[in-house]
């Protein structure tokens, strides 16, 4: 996954049959669907892949509780089976996380007892593991600083978890196997008509300030929160598909949880439910449901969000975090179809995802969850046929195997997340000038060296949020490290100081919004 060998070929001034405007989960899920169908395929991001809403996600691969209590059944059933695919798929990032809703009450244990074997049952052979009720001296053991008073029990259940920014990663290297190509830091800033009907855009390298016309048969938006503006650049004053939500989460010390199983709070102040799940060895705490109209790239979380998820978690649990407890702090944008019902709030809007194709053949997505990225491009592929008049072809993605891929995976070694590409990183750990950056985070000088030469690394942010996760567990420490970073990182892209300086610059603006240490007045 070069970002060279994509320059060289969007120079060749070639005609694709899907150019995707995107690099979140649900463009790179489209690319992924028409290079594996036989479709020459470009995908182009204009920061970094799942820079945005697909690296902020609650990093659950899930059907959905919360949509089963909606009576949302179809998009349960879907999402489930999409889990069940991608468990399959992607061993290496996707895992089976056990989950407890603590029951203090005879009411409760039935309610959530029968809500959960609908689950179940809705999964069918895809199913994680059964559901069941536990007794309070099961629940103590599996989460020790779970609040006792009253306590009566717990039902476990059982759903998918993942690396949302390393999966991304790893299907935009699994379209470079398949034939197609992907580049970031490369931004749509045109549609490009012949006859009134879409064919191209151009594009600017935002490295280099070059400009490319890039012809394309189809032409998907696949934008996320951006979507509107992709669709006005094909129709002046179109009228607004999306209503925006910000999520927010907070990262704990793991003492908070002080075990394996993940605690859901089945609900909150706002009508929502809130997690708390183990992550990379910290706990992961969310999410929150806030409208929003500021639409931009690196979100910054509320106080009064932060404060709700503390306030929410501290109900339930003995050792109560507080503000000083956060590691760090990260939002996301979630892009949903707007809803055409006046007066609905964000969570009361589908999570399903919605095809909307213009009179001039742009095809733009909106909604949708990272679960169902491949049946998104699925649906999109299929809908691209159908609209331009070309020959059915069938999905190949249920069974196709993720880059990364492996079966032999042990999920208590520290690079597991690499999956078959761990033996490289490995052989770079021995290398003599080899060296572990931080005490507590899990990162080396071999990995920032495998994202620079392997996983088109571009930036220090690219490396310490998105390669690693170092940015999301620990945003003080990761601050800490990173002129060092910066500086393996000009060594091996032969930087000169002013490139450092620039990037520390550059990372320190973003790092202070995950650290919550900003004016706020």
């Not at 690099?23 to 028409?34: D, K, M, N, Q, V």
């Not at 007892?113 to 049952?121: C, F, P, R, T, V």
């Not at 669709?231 to 010390?253: C, E, F, N, W, Y």
């Not at 490396?463 to 420490?477: F, M």
Request: charged content about 25%; aromatic content about 8%.
């Amino acid at each position: 996954m070069k970002r060279a060998i994509s320059i060289q070929v969007i120079r060749k001034n070639e005609t694709w049959d899907v150019v995707v405007i995107g690099g979140g989960a649900t463009g790179l899920g489209i690319a992924l669907e028409a290079c594996t169908r036989g479709y020459s395929t470009l995908l182009v991001e204009q920061s970094d892949f799942a820079k945005s809403t697909s690296s902020k996600s609650t990093k659950l691969v899930h059907g959905g509780v919360r949509y089963l209590a909606q009576g949302n059944i179809g998009l349960v059933r879907e999402a489930s089976v999409e889990r069940g695919l991608l468990y399959k798929n992607a061993p290496h990032l996707v895992k089976n996380l056990p989950f407890i809703i603590p029951v203090y009450s005879g009411w409760d244990r039935w309610k959530y007892g029968l809500g959960l074997k609908i689950y179940d049952w809705i999964s069918g052979n895809l199913s994680m593991g059964p559901s069941n009720f536990i007794s309070r001296a099961e629940v103590l053991k599996y989460m020790p600083n779970i609040r006792q008073t009253y306590l009566k029990g717990g039902v476990r259940y059982y759903d998918g978890q993942f690396d949302d920014a390393r999966l991304a990663l790893n299907i935009a290297q699994t379209i470079f196997e398949q034939g197609g190509y992907a580049i970031n830091y490369v931004k749509a800033v045109t549609i490009n008509k012949t006859d009134k009907r879409v064919s191209g855009i151009t594009i600017e390298d935002l490295e280099t300030g070059a400009k490319y016309n890039v012809k394309a048969k189809a032409v998907v938006n696949a934008t996320g929160v951006f979507a509107d503006e992709i669709i006005r650049m094909d129709q002046p004053g179109a009228t607004k598909t999306l209503a925006v939500s910000q999520g927010v989460h907070i990262v704990l010390d793991k003492k908070f949880l002080n075990g394996n199983h993940a605690l859901m709070i089945p609900k909150t102040g706002d009508g929502r439910v809130l997690f708390l799940l183990p992550w990379h060895g910290k706990i992961i705490a969310g999410t929150t449901d806030t409208n929003t109209d500021k639409l931009v790239l690196e979100p910054v979380a509320l106080e009064k969000e932060i404060d709700f998820i503390l306030e929410t978690a501290s109900g339930y649990l003995t050792v109560k975090p507080v503000r000083r407890d956060v590691l760090s702090i990260f939002a996301g944008l979630r892009p949903l179809a707007a809803s055409s019902k006046p007066g609905h709030g964000t969570k009361e809007i589908s999570r399903s995802h919605k095809i909307i194709v213009s009179p001039s053949r742009l095809f733009t997505i909106i909604g949708g969850k990272w679960t169902t990225y491949r049946k998104m491009g699925e649906d999109m592929v299929d809908k691209i046929e159908k609209e331009l008049s070309l020959k059915a072809t069938s999905s190949k993605t249920a069974g196709l195997p993720i880059h990364g891929f492996s079966k032999d995976i042990m999920k208590n070694d520290p690079l597991y997340f690499y999956g078959s590409d761990q033996p490289a990183i490995k052989s770079l750990l021995s290398e003599p000038d080899d060296f572990t950056i931080s005490d507590t985070l899990p990162v080396s000088k071999a990995q920032v060296l495998w994202a620079i030469r392997e996983e088109m690394a571009r930036t220090l942010e690219d490396v310490l949020s998105r390669r690693t996760r170092c940015l999301l567990l620990d945003a003080g420490e990761t601050i800490r490290i990173a002129p060092l970073v910066a500086n393996i990182m000009a060594s091996e892209m032969n930087k000169n100081e002013e490139w450092i300086h620039s990037q520390l610059t550059a990372f320190s603006n973003v790092a202070l919004n995950y650290t919550g240490v900003r004016d706020i007045s």
